[in-house]
């Protein structure tokens, strides 16, 4: 496979560097359980996803068992040195921030809401990605730790940014009445 790996891809080959000789079953259920959206892919995905890695020498399976190969390896490795690859690493989509955009469509009432419900949605996810963090220092992995406290991180600064557009929001309505 001479082209460039998708991130899915280069996720399924850490996952199995990760838990060892494993199942395509268990990479499907890492997949499935994951924090992250982009990642939550089932088996229509996850399985052809194998297949084609097994196909291009990145992955071996004998008695069933997911193995990743020395090629599959060096991939693994130059993805996780950000050898070859672009400045999509550091993009950052994040679809609370693309509404933001067009909260000026809404009335007050529903830009309020929207605050409303990106708050509650941001804790609880917080919440999660704190309960995962526990899991994993408490399994000893600490680096999988440490990447889900990035997410605790990053969950914590959407908390942040969603508190200014309230407080923005907000003058923006004491200016109008103010005018009125």
């Given at each position: 496979m001479n082209r460039e790996l998708s991130t899915l891809e280069l996720t399924a080959l850490g996952v199995v560097w990760k838990q060892g000789p494993c199942t395509a079953y268990a990479v499907m259920r890492e997949f499935a359980g994951?924090?992250?959206?982009?990642?939550?892919?089932?088996?229509g995905s996850i399985y052809p996803l194998l297949k084609r890695l097994r196909?291009?020498?990145?992955?071996?399976?004998?008695?069933?068992?997911?193995?990743?190969?020395?090629?599959?390896?060096?991939?693994l490795k130059n993805?996780?040195?950000?050898?070859?690859?672009?400045?999509?690493?550091?993009?950052?989509?994040?679809?609370?921030r693309s509404r933001a955009y067009f909260l000026g469509a809404?009335?007050?009432?529903?830009?309020?809401?929207?605050?409303?419900?990106?708050?509650?949605?941001?804790?609880?996810?917080r919440r999660e990605v704190k309960e995962k963090v526990r899991a994993y220092e408490q399994a000893g992995q600490r680096f999988s730790a440490l990447a889900m406290?990035?997410?605790?991180?990053?969950?914590?600064?959407?908390?942040?940014?969603?508190?200014?557009?309230?407080?923005?929001?907000?003058?923006?309505?004491?200016?109008?009445?103010?005018?009125?």
């Open positions: 994951s924090q992250t959206l982009a990642y939550r892919s089932g088996a196909a291009a020498g990145l992955l071996s399976e004998r008695g069933g068992k997911l193995r990743i190969t020395a090629a599959g390896a060096q991939r993805w996780a040195l950000l050898r070859n690859y672009g400045r999509e690493v550091f993009a950052n989509l994040d679809p609370l809404l009335s007050t009432e529903d830009q309020n809401e929207f605050i409303e419900n990106s708050l509650r949605g941001l804790n609880d996810l406290q990035g997410a605790v991180y990053e969950t914590e600064a959407r908390i942040k940014f969603v508190k200014a557009l309230a407080r923005a929001l907000r003058e923006q309505e004491a200016t109008a009445e103010g005018e009125g």
